[in-house]
């Protein structure tokens, strides 16, 4: 069955214009002669469409490097800025030059086409090893095949937009947590909390009742109904975080926070589902989760595919910007 062919106007949108450029036919030959190696990758087996989109971004990406401007560079600057690194997931060797054509870039542009943060629901999210085998092998494939145009290639005068998934979350600035101290005036409910806990600020309830008793008799709460969050009456497993900016609660996380006065700590509920706090928004806020890696107590957290630790310990907050959108919250 013959391939369909990749239309001009398909290229135009994803550069987010309408007046066609000098090189942009030579762009888009390009993507031809990429797309079949595309489709004999496991990568995106039987899905047209993802393939084609696939073949228009890496064409994106190398325009944008022959040029030195456009939509890869504002994300791989913008990332440097924030990390001291050119790119999550990926140990950069000496080889590794910015503002050229790399293996690497290649396989995080494909991670980006098979990762995206959720849709229309929380659990609407994908997530993908950014070392498959098959992402890495097609990486160097495309790689190859760039490195052999490379001199061909022709500078558009005109920069593509932003375009990588997740370049404008990198805007939002990332700020430690406030600490307490003597002069920090306190909300009631923080105040009562950390004498209650002897200063700790992560408190543990097992059930909505528990949590109830604690409103009532230490933060002095009404006991009516309506008091008492109801819309967390069929939840449990409940994190109180007492700090300076005021008191969040979670439910249903408690069990991958690992503090000794946490009965309901779990490390393989942690390994198998506490990869969520960073990806699926709302589960936690984020407050909680950057408190919780900067005290190391969400140690078993783990994506679910191998050295999934290693990559969500190393690259969490750039995860978390990813995944979590507007819930991500640097400030």
Not at 18 to 27: A, C, E, M, V
Not at 60 to 81: E, M, N
Not at 155 to 177: A, F, K
Not at 236 to 261: C, Q, S, T, W
Request: aromatic residues 14%; proline residues 8%.
């Amino acid at each position: 069955m013959k391939t369909a062919p990749i239309f001009m106007k398909q290229w135009l949108a994803a550069n987010k214009r309408t007046r066609i450029l000098s090189g942009d036919q030579w762009y888009l030959d390009f993507a031809a002669k990429i797309l079949p190696i595309i489709k004999l990758s496991p990568l995106f087996e039987g899905d047209d469409n993802a393939q084609k989109n696939a073949a228009i971004s890496l064409c994106v990406y190398f325009q944008d490097v022959i040029a030195r401007t456009g939509g890869w560079k504002i994300f791989s600057d913008t990332y440097h800025s924030l990390y001291n690194t050119y790119l999550p997931f990926y140990q950069l060797s000496d080889s590794y030059i910015p503002d050229e054509i790399n293996p690497e870039d290649i396989a995080f542009v494909l991670w980006t086409l098979k990762s995206h943060p959720a849709l229309n629901e929380p659990d609407e999210y994908a997530l993908h090893n950014p070392h498959d085998k098959g992402l890495s092998t097609l990486a160097q494939e495309i790689y190859k095949l760039m490195d052999e145009n490379f001199e061909e290639a022709p500078i558009n005068e005109t920069p593509s937009s932003s375009w990588v998934t997740g370049t404008n979350l990198l805007d939002t600035p990332s700020t430690p947590l406030p600490e307490i101290t003597p002069e920090t005036r306190l909300s009631k409910n923080v105040e009562y909390s950390l004498e209650y806990s002897s200063g700790k600020p992560l408190l543990y309830f097992t059930t909505y009742k528990e949590l109830c008793k604690f409103f009532v008799e230490v933060l002095k709460w009404e006991d009516t109904p309506s008091s008492l969050l109801p819309d967390l009456q069929h939840n449990k497993e409940f994190v109180i975080y007492a700090n300076a900016k005021g008191m969040l609660i979670a439910p249903d996380v408690a069990a991958y926070f690992r503090e000794a006065h946490n009965p309901m700590y779990n490390a393989e509920r942690a390994a198998a589902k506490g990869y969520e706090l960073f990806c699926r928004p709302g589960t936690c806020p984020f407050d909680l989760i950057k408190y919780g890696m900067g005290q190391g107590i969400l140690p078993e957290v783990q994506l679910p595919f191998p050295d999934g630790k290693e990559i969500l310990h190393k690259n969490w907050d750039f995860i978390a910007r990813y995944y979590l959108c507007e819930y991500y919250e640097g400030d």
